[in-house]
């Protein structure tokens, strides 16, 4: 079992930043994979980033080039570092890992919330 907790949500005006972390606990577990979802009311979720453990990473094409992810494996946590926020990335984010053999664990989500 894999315990997430994730952090750094909060209300910022267009144009500014946020950090959100998620750090992984539990017991005799290895992370393949760490990702970053969101979902907005009467939406879908959605991938946003995601970086493997070898730290390849992806992006949904409406974040490139403002938000970036990253891992610290010693920690088991992953980040979230958001730029140049824009209202439409409002949304719940949530982090999700899946741990070898294939398990995936999702966290309680954090609201980010853009005002224009």
């Known amino acids: 079992q894999v315990q997430l907790v994730e952090s750094g949500g909060g209300l910022v005006q267009a144009g500014g930043s946020l950090r959100l972390s998620c750090a992984a606990s539990?017991?005799?577990?290895?992370?393949?994979?760490m990702g970053w979802y969101r979902q907005a009311p009467g939406k879908q979720r959605e991938l946003v980033a995601a970086?493997?453990?070898?730290?390849?990473?992806n992006y949904a094409d409406s974040v490139k080039g403002r938000f970036t992810i990253s891992r610290d494996n010693a920690k088991d946590t992953v980040y979230l570092q958001m730029n140049s926020l824009k209202p439409e990335d409002t949304a719940v984010y949530y982090c999700?890992?899946?741990?070898?053999?294939?398990?995936?664990?999702w966290g309680q989500g954090t609201q980010v919330t853009v005002s224009s």
């Open positions: 999700k890992v899946i741990i070898t053999p294939g398990y995936q664990y």
């Open positions: 539990g017991r005799n577990f290895n992370i393949n994979w």
């Open positions: 970086i493997t453990s070898g730290g390849r990473t």
